[in-house]
């Protein structure tokens, strides 16, 4: 007898020693829901803790890594400690068909009907949580008195872990009693402090006043010439077009030409003694006239097939090999010519982001590539109505200046700061939900 009496103490003193070493409160909550074995023989245990609202939630459970909080049984635990009503703060039996009853909550069929309920709590913090133990069998009372002692034991183990914050003593601490109007006077100011609405939206540099490189004709790109971000100079060859049939009909102009210039010639000579041919001579002059229209249109088409540079920039080709062999529209844009010294910010502003805002209204871009520092920028013009950016988000284009020396790359993206009018700090905090929930209810 006096050995089994030992053999438990010396359990108990090794619970006690893991509780007091264990580093986290993760641990010390896997402790309490399983090593308590070594002291009681049980089939589950559930370790309920205080939450900043006051409410218990279970933490650990017996034989599980992790607690499924959508488990009938966790929901029914939590249940009949939150909303038993009951005063707690001693070792007791639940009786849980009495209790399920009152909180009107179905009892499971896999619980024991024996539950064992041990208040922690701590000497400096107070009630902090429960542990209860299940089994067929009815805790007898030396095993109530060991639980005593482990409730202790419990109670200052969690006293290094748990903090004694709760939004119910915060309220009555601060917002009741004596200083309850200094926090509301001090809340009142603080939330009309004005302060300038701001809103983000994705930004990318791009080059201002470009030369679209068009096509002059209905034709197909042979070939694109230069690289994306080449440096060009004026007069450098950019696109070469399809000129294979345009060559073809300049030859077939020409030899059209040299027929009426040859047959204008035969009747001229014969126009002194035919005079048939002399009425010809008016009809023939007009058909080499036409002749010669047409070899100097095939001609400039021709000439038109090779696109050459107006002015000094770099090159902007959307993916150059993707044009090789491709239709192409009169006016359809080929590629872009950009001066990189003049750029130009556009942002992407989401509809559901938006603010009012101005002429010359302050912008601040931060470059991925840099997001610590900060471009300088003022607004420039607004769309009138929405459309789809690149990621099929509804925006408005907002087109914005650089007020800086050195310009960025142009293709570079990050994101915009967009500055609106001074609103009061509390409506500066709620503006999005204010938002939500006036398009939730419809007014």
Not at 99 to 108: A, F, Y
Not at 292 to 310: D, P, R
Request: charged share 25%; proline share 5%.
């Amino acid at each position: 007898m006096n050995e089994d009496k030992n053999i438990k103490i010396a359990r108990l003193i090794s619970l006690e020693k893991k509780t007091r070493e264990a580093k986290t409160q993760d641990e010390l909550n896997f402790v309490v829901a399983n090593e308590t074995r070594q002291i009681f023989d049980f089939l589950n245990s559930f370790l309920l803790l205080k939450g900043p609202t006051d409410k218990f939630q279970v933490k650990a459970t017996s034989d599980l890594a992790t607690v499924d909080r959508t488990a009938p049984l966790i929901t029914y635990i939590e249940n009949i400690i939150n909303n038993t009503g009951q005063n707690l703060k001693e070792i007791q039996n639940l009786k849980l068909d009495k209790i399920s009853k009152k909180i009107k909550v179905k009892k499971p069929k896999n619980i024991p009907e024996n539950i064992l309920c041990i208040p922690i709590i701590s000497p400096q913090k107070g009630l902090q949580g429960y542990l209860l133990l299940t089994r067929n069998q009815n805790f007898i009372e030396n095993e109530i008195e060991l639980a005593r002692h482990l409730a202790v034991t419990y109670g200052h183990a969690f006293n290094t872990f748990i903090s004694d914050f709760s939004f119910k003593n915060f309220i009555k601490k601060n917002l009741i009693g004596t200083n309850a109007w200094k926090i509301t006077l001090v809340i009142i100011i603080i939330s009309i402090i004005p302060i300038k609405i701001t809103s983000t939206a994705p930004v990318e540099v791009i080059p201002k006043n470009p030369i679209l490189i068009t096509s002059p004709f209905e034709g197909v790109v042979k070939n694109i010439v230069v690289n994306n971000n080449d440096k060009i100079n004026s007069g450098d060859l950019l696109v070469l077009l399809e000129d294979t049939e345009l060559l073809n009909n300049y030859n077939l102009s020409k030899q059209s030409l040299r027929v009426a210039e040859k047959e204008l010639l035969r009747s001229r000579q014969s126009s002194f003694t035919n005079n048939e041919e002399k009425s010809r001579l008016a009809e023939l002059v007009a058909q080499v006239d036409l002749k010669k229209a047409e070899v100097a249109s095939t001609e400039e088409k021709l000439k038109k097939s090779k696109l050459y540079a107006g002015k000094k920039g770099i090159a902007i080709v959307d993916q150059k090999t993707g044009w090789q062999g491709r239709p192409v529209s009169v006016g359809e844009k080929i590629m872009t010519l950009a001066n990189p010294n003049n750029i130009e910010f556009l942002v992407w502003l989401p509809v559901k982001d938006s603010l009012v805002i101005k002429e010359n209204t302050e912008v601040k871009v931060f470059l991925d590539i840099n997001p610590i520092k900060s471009l300088k920028g003022k607004l420039l013009r607004a769309s009138y109505e929405p459309s789809l950016s690149p990621e099929e988000v509804l925006s408005y284009k907002i087109g914005v200046s650089y007020e800086g020396d050195t310009p960025p790359r142009i293709g570079l993206r990050g994101t915009a700061k967009i500055y609106g009018s001074k609103v009061m700090l509390i409506y500066y905090l709620f503006r999005k939900p204010i938002t939500f929930a006036r398009q939730l209810i419809g007014i």
